[in-house]
């Protein structure tokens, strides 16, 4: 689809946020007070990630804890690969972040007896409660919150079932980028977008774009994630030049509910935090009812998730069971009620009463720890583009997670990529391309798209799992390939659709992780390669070069 030149600008702003959800509205609630901002969601605000989040953020906010310490838990669940530097400036931003989330009116469950006046859990990895939460919806509470502050922003506006296709490049910088930067640099100024709804597409111009669109579970068979989740910021980072990282690293929740019925729905880290015990089930045999995390770890139920996950996995495999179980049965009734009432409502549906039997759960994909390569302000290659929250790659996150540091992220970097925002000056507004249909048609058979849709999720699923060998990688990245060009070419040929866009950006996802995965000969963290189970005496950062399309 070739641009034609166009020097009308169907939709201006100072700054343009792909994503609505905490990292988005983040950037967007402390631009809104100098800049006019656009917030871009692909469905409502509250179909993103961050409103699924049960668990809480991670914050120091007590003085039994320290910075140091949040640091060190971080640093040995990212197995040797997080930035120290980048962990140490969002740890000790922590408290900040969430100081101004309530001063948004974010309810945090609170406890009088705290330090705070809020009630602290512990989650895996953690060697200290540290995790503020509004009971069991955390995510719910902070985006409502926040939504409703940005919808009456005057200078928010909120374009909802809007997708944003593709970053729009100009090689003339007229102050978009640093002074330091070469002449021949590209920047980004602006990006297309598509109307969900009437099948538009505008050609929108901005000053500074921001990505948050959050990860790429969706590229797998079995996630956590919403529908959202298709790494569509990741891809279109990459295609416009930027470099991305450690791509092969997904963690996977070791406890999403198992259930023909509950789509997508994970059972808190908080509940193993709280003293739920993972038990093998009654089809496990002779084995039925014993704990076996211990068997893994010292750390049993405690230890991160990638070491849970694979415990989990192990034993599936081993027995060929459905499921494991989670039991946390052996609290008191009104505790369980209190602390997880979002997570008791959901599994009563199912005919499960968690204060009476166990709940039975399976690992399912949950979070990108790479992505696209930024500073500490959000930067990234790209002069003019922003990448902030699961989207982004920072070095806070290294080969895994460490359980609520990611809302946290999403906080401290949105306010840090905000504040450089702020300080840019004003560029002279180019003419841009608008976008172009004049040579597609109708797609003639949409099914298609669906049949790639599911062989891409199940052959990643199946090959690019939670353990891992270099002939399934190599079978799924020839794969990717057939996939790719058939995908493409049917993209150049047909008028767009959202399911056509997303999955053209989760196959470009796909090949980014498979190809880190193939290139990291090593076991480290969430990469669990079968042919090389050791891990390296150093560690370093899979970095993928730009797209070369």
Same mark, same amino acid.
Not at 27 to 44: E, F, G, P
Not at 203 to 215: E, K, N, R, S
Not at 400 to 415: D, F, I
């Given at each position: 689809?070739?641009p ?14 792909v ?13 809104a007070?100098?800049?006019k ?20 953020i ?22 040797? /690969?997080?930035?120290?530097?980048a ?7 922590s408290?900040?972040?969430? =100081?101004?989330?309530?001063? $948004?009116?974010? @309810?945090?469950?609170? +406890?009088?007896?705290?330090?705070l ?9 953690h060697?200290? !409660? ?10 719910h509470?902070?985006?409502v919150t ?10 928010i ?17 007229? &102050? ?5 930067? @070469?002449?021949?640099t590209?920047?980004c100024?602006g990006?297309y977008?598509?109307?969900? *709804? ?8 901005a +000053?500074q774009?921001?990505?948050?669109? &959050?990860?790429?579970?969706k ?13 569509d ?9 930027c470099r %991305?990282?450690? #791509? ?10 198992y259930? @023909? ?30 704990r076996? #995390? ?10 991160? !998730? ?27 009734? =009104? ?16 005919g ?6 166990p709940? @039975?759960?399976?690992?399912?994909a ?10 500490? #302000? ?8 922003y ?6 790659y920072t070095? /806070?996150?290294?080969? *895994? ?9 999403? /906080? ?10 702020? $300080? ?12 172009? =249909? ?12 669906a049949?790639?849709?599911? =062989? ?5 699923? *199946? ?8 002939? !399934? ?6 794969r ?10 049917y ?9 056509l866009?997303?999955l053209?950006?989760?196959?470009d %996802?796909?090949?980014m992780? %498979? ?9 480290? &963290?969430?990469?669990y390669?079968?042919d ?18």
């Amino acid at each position: 689809m070739k641009p034609q030149q166009n020097r009308s600008y169907l939709m201006k702003f100072d700054v343009a946020i792909v994503g609505s959800g905490l990292a988005g509205l983040s950037v967007a609630l402390h631009l809104a007070k100098t800049r006019k901002v656009a917030v871009i969601s692909k469905r409502t605000l509250l179909d993103g990630a961050s409103n699924w989040a049960q668990g809480g953020i991670a914050a120091v906010l007590d003085s039994g804890d320290s910075h140091e310490q949040h640091i060190a838990d971080t640093l040995v669940a990212g197995a040797g /690969l997080c930035d120290e530097t980048a962990t140490r400036y969002i740890v000790e931003h922590s408290r900040a972040a969430i =100081e101004w989330l309530i001063e $948004q009116g974010v @309810p945090f469950t609170k +406890d009088p007896t705290a330090e705070l006046g809020y009630h602290l859990t512990r989650e895996g990895g953690h060697s200290q !409660r540290r995790i503020i939460h509004a009971a069991d919806a955390t995510g719910h509470a902070v985006q409502v919150t926040l939504e409703e502050k940005a919808r009456a922003h005057p200078n928010i506006t909120i374009l909802e079932h809007h997708y944003a296709i593709d970053l729009i490049k100009s090689d003339k910088l007229d &102050g978009t980028a640093p002074a330091t930067a @070469p002449r021949s640099t590209p920047c980004c100024v602006g990006l297309y977008v598509q109307d969900v *709804n009437s099948g538009k597409v505008m050609t929108l111009a901005a +000053d500074q774009t921001v990505l948050a669109t &959050g990860g790429a579970g969706k590229v797998y068979l079995y996630t956590t994630n919403p529908d959202t989740a298709t790494g569509d910021g990741i891809a279109m980072a990459w295609r416009a030049g930027c470099r %991305v990282a450690n #791509m092969e690293f997904i963690q996977f929740h070791p406890t999403c509910l198992y259930h @023909p019925y509950a789509k997508s729905f994970l059972i808190s880290e908080a509940v193993r935090g709280e003293g739920g015990l993972l038990k093998l089930p009654d089809t496990a045999g002779a084995a039925a009812g014993q704990r076996f #995390m211990e068997w893994h770890d010292e750390r049993a139920e405690l230890a991160p !998730r990638d070491v849970v996950a694979r415990a989990i996995d192990f034993e599936i495999k081993k027995r060929g069971l459905d499921h494991v179980d989670l039991d946390i049965s052996h609290q008191p009734p =009104e505790f369980l009620k209190e602390h997880f009432p979002t997570i008791y409502a959901r599994c009563l549906e199912f005919g499960i009463d968690i204060t009476k039997q166990p709940i @039975p759960v399976v690992p399912a994909a949950h979070y990108t720890c790479g992505g696209v390569v930024t500073d500490s #302000m959000g930067r990234t290659d790209l002069p003019g583009l922003y990448a902030v929250g699961e989207t982004a790659y920072t070095g /806070l996150h290294g080969a *895994n997670r460490l359980a609520s540091n990611s809302l946290l992220e999403c /906080l401290v970097l949105g306010r840090a990529a905000a504040q450089h925002i702020e $300080q840019q000056p004003k560029p002279r507004s180019l003419p841009l391309p608008a976008w172009d =249909e004049s040579r597609v048609t109708d797609a003639d058979e949409e099914v298609v798209i669906a049949h790639n849709w599911d =062989e891409l999720r199940r052959f990643m699923w *199946n090959y690019v799992g939670i353990v891992r060998t270099t002939k !399934r990688l190599e079978r799924a990245q020839h794969r990717i390939r057939l996939l790719r060009e058939e995908i493409y070419e049917y993209y150049s040929h047909f008028r767009i659709t959202r399911d056509l866009l997303e999955l053209r950006n989760l196959v470009d %996802v796909a090949s980014m992780i %498979v190809e880190s995965a193939l290139s990291r000969r090593e076991s480290r &963290g969430l990469h669990y390669s079968q042919d090389y189970p050791d891990t390296l005496p150093k560690a370093l950062p899979t970095v993928l070069p730009p797209s070369k399309r």
